[in-house]
């Protein structure tokens, strides 16, 4: 496991463009060596931000060998405008010319799992399951290249709330939420054994309301307290802040 590096920018979009200019040269680098790239996208505004970000450059980077994942969804009707895939679809997915080589959506609650949360946490392991095998739980082969991750203002990060059991879950790489804090109650996870199976795991954070949360996580190594400060990557950590949340 790496230690936290922090990298600060002035503002919220010099952060978003800082970002998907890293996550270009990452990705770039993972297909030239190994053919294929696994990330992990986010919602909120910063994983929206840097989308946005990307797509002013859609063409650069290697779609057809890249693997899209998500670290949580809302367990909403396909389509919802809350959905991370759907606001990532909005973003910048819609509009791509070269389709991604794998776009990996977790459980919609009309869709397959037919209202059951659990089931579209189960489907979602099956696929992860198919693709890296073990090497997941296992945490000895780096199974996605960069996971990508907000944080709340209670710093929680994907669907890992302070205090909830999803937190303490090792035996499953993706877990159901029945009650989360914030709405939507129903919500898809990875696990931490899950995020921190990848290369680099880059949390992004934005925003003077988040500067608490910033300053608790970072002074703490309680992971069921304090969710961002549990996750990290094999190669690199990377906190990705603006000046107003790095404080
Ligand atoms: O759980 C949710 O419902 C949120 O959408 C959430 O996890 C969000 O991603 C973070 O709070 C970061 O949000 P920002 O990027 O907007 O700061």
Redesign the pocket.
Known sequence: MSDVERRVRPDKATLANAVAERFLAVVTEAVEKRGVAHVVL????????FLEALGRSPNEVPWASLHLWWG?E?FLPEGDG?R?VTQARNALLDNLTVAPAGVHVMAASDGAAAGDVAAGASAYAAELDEAFGDALLQGEVPAFDVVM?????DT????LFPGHEQTRAHAVSVASVTN?P??PPE?ITMTFPTLNSAREVWL????ED?RDAVRAASGSDDRVAHPACGVHGQVATVWWLDEAAAG
Do not use: F, I, Q, W
Not at 42 to 49: I, L
Not at 149 to 153: D, I, K, Q
Not at 204 to 207: H, I, L, S, W, Y
């Open positions: 986010t919602g909120g505004s910063m994983g929206t931000a949580d809302r809350e991370n991750l907000g944080m709340g203002p929680h990060v994907a669907s989360s914030k709405p919500r992004m954070v934005a925003g988040k």
